[in-house]
């Protein structure tokens, strides 16, 4: 069964660091998703991205945060300088228009 | 703006326990209503979704009824498992106002205990 990937599980980074969490959608996904969970609160969308650019951001997705499909296969999330409270679970999504999200596994990026 | 909350966990059961988990919205729309279930160590995937007011979602022996008047969607099992230990994420999706996000609750654990 074809599944979105997310890679690393885990990231440990130093605050001020730039990170890069990286997804492979499902091939034939047009729409992808970034959302994120800090320890204990709700899932938050933070962007979602089509036909090669940003479709939507919520207010948490300031000017720190950038996402890229750079080739035909990754879609990556970066965060340019990070602080402390970036510190959470980072879930990537994909879907077709005629399907509901699918979500990968998930990064835990920790801000030390 | 939208928004969903959920019962506070977490829920413990026994096997072969009724299981309700209340869900209740809030949106500017006719949103769409949705519960996802993460399983330890793995991404949310979606368990059901009802797409408009007193219809049913169903999969795996869950159950959640969209219900307008009450701005719920209750998520309920008859006869709990132990593989039903996950969290559980009440979500919705209000394609009028806010595109094709998904707005989620805090998430319910539930540990079903043999």
């Known amino acids: 069964e074809p599944e979105v990937t997310q890679t690393p599980s885990h990231q440990v980074t130093q605050m001020g660091q730039e990170v890069i969490l990286r997804c492979v959608p499902i091939s034939n996904h047009l729409y992808f998703y970034w959302y994120r969970q800090i320890l204990g609160q709700k899932v938050e969308f933070l962007v979602s991205f089509y036909n090669n650019e940003i479709s939507e951001k919520s207010e948490i997705f300031d000017d720190q945060f950038s996402v890229e499909r750079p080739d035909g296969s990754n879609f990556t999330l970066k965060i340019r300088s990070t602080k402390l409270e970036d510190s959470a679970m980072y879930f990537c999504?994909?879907?077709?228009?005629?399907?509901?999200?699918?979500f990968g596994q998930g990064t835990r990026l920790t801000v030390v | 703006g939208d928004s969903v909350t959920q019962m506070e966990g977490p829920v413990t059961l026994s096997e072969e326990a009724f299981l309700t988990i209340n869900c209740t919205y809030t949106a500017t729309g006719y949103p769409s209503l949705f519960w996802y279930v993460q399983y330890p160590g793995e991404g949310l995937q979606l368990l059901l979704k009802?797409?408009?007011?007193?219809d049913k979602g169903s999969n795996k022996g869950f159950e959640a009824t969209y219900r307008k008047e009450t701005t719920s969607f209750h998520l309920e099992k008859g006869s709990v498992q132990v593989s039903d230990s996950a969290v559980y994420f009440c979500?919705?999706?209000?394609?009028?106002?806010?595109?094709?996000?998904?707005?989620f609750g805090e998430g319910t654990q539930l540990t079903v205990n043999p």
């Open positions: 979500a919705l999706r209000d394609g009028e106002t806010s595109g094709s996000r998904l707005t």
């Open positions: 009802a797409t408009k007011a007193d």
């Open positions: 999504a994909s879907r077709t228009q005629n399907t509901e999200a699918f």
